[in-house]
């Protein structure tokens, strides 16, 4: 099959959104979604599609981020947004935080090279797991899994790859686990989410090796296109430079509520 159009691409991005195992979630004017605490906790906002205005919009966020005990709302903003909030964000007194750029490429499109000396695979046992949290720990700011979450979290990820719907990968070096990410196959895209490179081997190929490991597996679960989303100020130039093309970006704003 040809790779997805523009169009599809475009809706496939908007309606994108994750929900953490143990958060909490509202759908209304737009998307909403309580963190737990192991991921910094806060509420994420996206996906707006409402008739209200935007300061309407807003105001039912806040309320809910403070009904849920949170002080913090952090804010994706997409193209697909209605009403656009970004100048309501900006007039409240929210912070711009980070951007992204939407990219997509076909599966299995060109190869990606891996440089030697970097192994690569997925993640499918209790110690692939325990290492894949040495990774996001620190680069995420993430609390570590316990005993307990790590066996739900092996259980997750057989299950993904068993019913061919996901997996996540883990690149070492000598041994040493040094980055990982994950993929979701969801009508025929391949989500890549979750990159996470320790910084002192940053620059030696671990992303490259991760997002071939992916887009291999993606291919081997009859996914037609890649879609990511890439930091402007880090992957994306990288995504670029392996034959993603780019569709736009999103936003992020963090507001203190």
């Given at each position: ?40 906790g ?21 309320a809910?981020t403070?009904?849920?005990g ?31 750029t ?7 499109g ?54 061919r ?5 883990l ?15 969801v ?29 291999r ?21 990288i ?12 936003r992020?704003?963090?507001l203190?509520?």
């Open positions: 099959m040809p790779m997805h159009s523009e169009t599809e691409i475009a809706r496939a991005s908007a309606a994108w959104v994750w929900f953490p195992r143990g958060s909490e979630q509202e759908k209304s004017a737009l998307q909403l979604v309580r963190y737990p605490a192991r991921f910094g806060g509420v994420r906002a996206s996906q707006v599609a409402s008739d209200l205005d935007a300061p309407s919009v807003l105001d039912h966020a806040i809910r403070r009904a849920w949170e002080d913090r709302l952090t804010f994706w903003t997409n193209a697909a947004d209605r009403p656009d909030l970004e100048d309501e964000l900006r007039r409240r007194g929210a912070v711009h935080d980070d951007t992204v939407v990219f997509a490429r076909p599966i299995p060109d190869p990606i090279a891996v440089p030697v000396g970097v192994e690569v695979a997925a993640v499918r046992t209790v110690l692939d797991v325990r290492d894949v949290d040495t990774v996001n720990v620190p680069v995420w700011g993430q609390e570590p899994l316990s005993e307990a979450g790590l066996r739900t979290e092996v259980a997750e990820v057989t299950a993904e790859l068993e019913a719907t996901g997996a996540r990968a690149a070492r070096i000598d041994g040493r686990p040094i980055s990982t990410g994950g993929c979701t196959v009508d025929g895209f391949l989500r890549l989410w979750g990159a996470a490179t320790l910084p002192e081997f940053r620059g030696r190929g671990a992303y490259r090796a991760v997002l071939a490991e992916r887009l597996i993606g291919a081997e679960f009859g996914a037609t296109t890649a879609l990511v989303k890439g930091r402007v100020e880090t992957s994306a130039p995504l670029a430079r392996c034959g993603f093309m780019a569709y736009g970006e999103d992020c704003y963090v203190a509520v």
